[in-house]
Nanobody
């Protein structure tokens, strides 16, 4: 069982920045992809970004392009979500997820929560404006 540990959440003003981290301590293999999803108050879980572990190709939902960036550090088994120019409506619990079964490479559906095998516990990001 893979453990994903998120950190970096907190209060952020509109227009401000925050960086989330998702570590997988003890993981001994490379996943196919890692992704970030979020769930705001009274809303469903929403895809934010994904990164293909080998090669680093990234995918983003339209509303965050140019402001949020996901990256990974292979040596640290960690994926990051740099969030700039944050908006109040982006208050949410942010989750990281891992896909390692290989199916996402065939489906190409990096934005689908059902594609992911493991999930972190989530980290809260709250607008403080």
């Amino acid at each position: 069982q893979v453990q994903l540990v998120e950190s970096g959440g907190g209060l952020v003003q509109a227009g401000g920045s925050l960086r989330l981290s998702c570590a997988a301590p003890g993981r001994t293999y490379s996943p196919d992809a890692m992704a970030w999803f979020r769930q705001g108050p009274g809303k469903g879980r929403e895809f934010v970004a994904a990164i293909v572990w080998n090669g680093g190709r990234t995918y983003y939902t339209e509303s965050v392009k140019g402001r949020l960036t996901t990256s990974r550090d292979n040596g640290k088994n960690t994926v990051y979500l740099q969030m700039n120019n944050m908006k109040p409506e982006e208050t949410a619990v942010y989750y990281c997820a891992e896909e390692s079964s290989g199916r996402i490479r065939y489906s190409g559906r990096y934005d689908q929560a059902l594609m992911y095998d493991y999930w972190g516990q989530g980290t809260q990001v709250t607008d403080s404006s």
